[in-house]
């Protein structure tokens, strides 16, 4: 018996590890895709971050580079916090005026990225100048901008002046500047790589132990077989069996012929009551015959007595006696016949009562 529970234990917990719960699952799925999300954020601005502050360049991606707005210069047309997507521009003759171009300068004394509108543009014979000024600014840029300083183009005008090609993400610019800190650094790249980790070495180390379980039962099973015990338990299990079997079989057995006996006494009963009565029927039967007789006799007699008066004595006491004679033979006969009736109905009622009492 143990070891079918243990049987029965043991693909209980396979079908468990086989199906796990939807809860669980889904809760896996969700944990794994917020977790590859934040990886490739995480290396997106990690990417960002290094190449923006080596001061080479701009970081691109397949020609585009995305640039947080600072300054209400542009306002408002571009405004402190949205994020443009700048595509590289690869030759600058394309460039026209109008056209709004993010390039490298100096503010403050500082090497920065600046976007604003080109107002004017400047043959220098191998190389073009470009005069540059903020939509919110009342005047020009001081300083120019040579042709090998712009890293990218936000817009271009068409011929009614609109503003065409520009991509602004309002907001999300600051995102983006936090991701460039100490702090959105570690919030957003080491933390969610750290959990990344952290998450599949527990899985790991699960998943390790479970087999490490499932290796050590099997191991023991097989030890178990190897030393017997298995086919011991399996015999017992087999001889239990067979006497909850056997038992069961005697009890139906025991049971059925009580069935049997109680509906056969009862039968039988009824009958040797129904041949008593009968009997007892006889009985009275004769016995009234019997008086009757007895009383026809005395009639008779009584008659003849009447008639024959004058006969002689000895005549009239031979008949006498003859007649009692005859009355005595009759009524032992009616006698003999009522004692015969009464045995057969004891006999029939003792008998009756002892199947009854061995059927109970």
């Known amino acids: 018996m143990k070891k079918k529970d243990d049987q029965v234990l043991t693909t209980a917990e396979e079908e468990v590890e086989k199906k796990p719960k939807k ?4 809760a896996n799925i969700v944990i794994n895709v917020i977790l590859v999300i934040a990886i490739v954020i995480a290396a997106v601005a990690t990417y960002i971050s290094f190449v923006s502050s080596s001061g080479n360049g701009v970081p691109s991606i397949f020609g585009r580079a995305m640039l947080s707005i600072q ?64 939509d919110n600014n009342p005047t020009e840029d001081p300083l120019t901008v040579h042709e090998s300083e712009i890293v990218g183009r ?32 570690l919030v ?23 087999y490490q379980s499932v290796k050590n039962r099997l191991s023991f099973e097989q030890e178990r077989e190897e030393n017997g015990e298995g086919e011991e338990d399996k015999e017992k299990l087999d001889e239990l069996k067979k006497e909850e079997r056997e038992k069961l079989e005697a009890e139906l057995r025991e049971r059925l012929k009580k069935e049997l006996l109680e509906s ?14 009968k009997a007892a029927e006889e009985a009275a039967k004769a016995a009234a015959e ?7 006799i005395r009639a008779k007699i009584m008659s003849e ?15 006498a006696e003859e007649a009692g004679e005859a009355v005595e033979e009759a009524a032992k006969e009616a006698g003999e016949a009522v004692e015969k009736a009464e045995d057969a109905v004891e006999e029939a009622v003792d008998t009756a009562e002892k199947e009854t009492t061995d059927a109970e």
């Open 23 to 26: 809860g669980k699952r889904i």
């Open 188 to 210: 957003v790249v080491v933390i969610p790589v750290a959990l990344f980790f952290i998450y599949h070495l527990i899985q790991f180390f699960r998943v390790l132990f479970e």
């Open 305 to 319: 007595l009447a008639d024959k008066e004058k006969a002689p004595a000895e005549a009239v006491e031979k008949a």
């Open 71 to 134: 300054t209400e210069s542009m306002y408002p047309t571009l405004e402190p916090g949205d994020l443009i997507i700048d595509k590289t521009v690869k030759n600058p003759e394309e460039l026209k005026v109008g056209d709004i171009i993010t390039y490298w300068t100096v503010i403050d004394g500082e090497r920065a990225l600046n976007t604003h509108r080109i107002y004017e543009i400047y043959d220098g014979g191998d190389y073009l100048i470009f005069s540059t000024k903020g």
């Open 264 to 277: 056969g006494a009862i039968a039988g009963a009824a009958e040797e009551k129904s041949e008593a009565e």
């Open 154 to 185: 936000y817009s271009t005008q068409n011929e009614k002046g609109e503003d065409v090609g520009g991509t602004r993400l309002k907001g999300v610019g600051k995102v983006f500047d936090f991701l460039q800190t100490s702090t959105g650094f």
């Open 290 to 296: 019997r008086e009757k007789l007895e009383a026809e």
